[in-house]
């Protein structure tokens, strides 16, 4: 691992650490277990169909982003994406999408920078729905307060996300573009990469594929909607759909923050203080964010290590690419 690598690591860790701390000071934790045991398990069920539901519509996107660049079998992306995040669930501050970019480029034969890419345009579709999403929910809700800036900062932040995206997708067209590349062309190695990061974030300038992706993104995350409904309904809580879908949103908004492993700390404050709004006690809040987070957990860990066993961890010679494809350097 790099420094700054480390350094990330180390900052998410001290994050969830802190969290943590946040969390269970003021809580009583026997009341908290005592909570969960009254679990219903019909519900549980469900919440754990709405995860798998969510991750197999997941797989679909990333594979209709890779689709331009190189094609890969539908059962292949999902292991490379449940690969990536069983490696989110045991190394701190998200490298598991490192992970996810290294694994399927080697595998596949394209580029990893390429791949990266790709990975990154997923993650700006789906903090614009997730951002959306909250939105609409504390407009429906009448939520101020801490979550509703949240949320506002998160709309800054998104716009942003967009607008680069947007300027990295067309750079090669933009004025001035020619002599930025020739500059650039001093270093072969630097220039290297960047075409080939532009490669993967290129696929956010195709319509078609741009508008598959956040349809798709509006389903998975419907399903992860139903599943926080789900997981109060076993606890006794009757969420309202707006309520659900402000969990949902806003537990994904903070997963963004690097964290220790599988976003220990960052997801539980999240899903204890949106639920706290709702004007749930701390316990039932703190049950509830242990509910979600251990079923996505289970599912991910479990999902990722049949698929480990599956694909194998060893690397392995690239298949012959198709005229066009992207070569699968080392980058």
């Known amino acids: 691992m790099s420094r700054a690598g480390a350094i990330r690591a180390l900052v998410g860790l001290a994050i969830s650490v802190v969290t943590l701390f946040v969390i269970v000071r003021n809580v009583d934790l026997a009341e908290v277990a005592d909570i969960l045991g009254t679990a219903v398990p019909g519900w549980l069920v469900l919440m754990l169909a709405m995860i798998v539901t969510d991750l197999l519509v997941r797989a679909l996107r990333w594979q209709r982003l890779l689709a331009p660049i190189h094609p890969v079998a539908y059962r292949r992306s999902l292991g490379y994406l449940l690969i990536g995040y069983l490696a989110n669930?045991?190394?701190?501050?998200?490298?598991?999408?490192?992970?996810?970019?290294?694994?399927?480029?080697?595998?596949?034969?394209?580029?990893?920078?390429?791949?990266?890419?790709?990975?990154?345009v997923e993650r700006v579709i789906d903090t614009v729905v997730v951002v959306a999403i909250a939105a609409f929910a504390i407009v429906i809700l009448g939520v101020r307060g801490l979550v509703a800036n949240a949320v506002i900062v998160g709309l800054a932040i998104t716009a942003l996300f967009v607008v680069a995206l947007a300027i990295l997708v067309a750079a090669r067209r933009l004025p001035g573009a020619e002599r930025v590349v020739a500059y650039a062309a001093r270093w072969p190695r630097v220039s290297d990469?960047?075409?080939?990061?532009?490669?993967?974030?290129?696929?956010?300038g195709r319509p078609r594929t741009l508008f598959e992706a956040l349809v798709l993104s509006c389903l998975a995350w419907g399903a992860t909607t139903v599943a926080f409904a789900a997981a109060g309904q076993s606890l006794g809580v009757q969420l309202t759909t707006a309520q659900a879908a402000l969990l949902a949103s806003g537990v994904a908004l903070a997963s963004a923050i690097p964290a220790g492993p599988g976003n220990l700390g960052t997801f539980d404050l999240a899903a204890t203080v949106i639920a706290g709004t709702f004007?749930?006690?701390?316990?039932?809040?703190?049950?509830?964010?242990?509910?979600?987070?251990?079923?996505?957990?289970?599912?991910?860990?479990?999902?990722g290590a049949a698929a480990l066993l599956r694909l194998g961890w060893e690397r392995r010679a690239p298949a012959a690419l198709p005229v066009g494809g992207t070569d699968g350097g080392p980058e």
Request: net charge positive; charged share 15%.
């Open 89 to 120: 669930n045991v190394l701190p501050a998200r490298l598991g999408e490192l992970v996810r970019a290294h694994y399927l480029g080697d595998r596949e034969g394209v580029s990893r920078t390429t791949t990266l890419g790709t990975i990154v």
């Open 193 to 204: 990469i960047a075409g080939k990061l532009h490669g993967g974030l290129a696929v956010a």
């Open 279 to 303: 004007g749930l006690r701390r316990e039932t809040a703190v049950a509830l964010a242990i509910a979600c987070h251990a079923a996505v957990l289970i599912v991910t860990s479990i999902g």
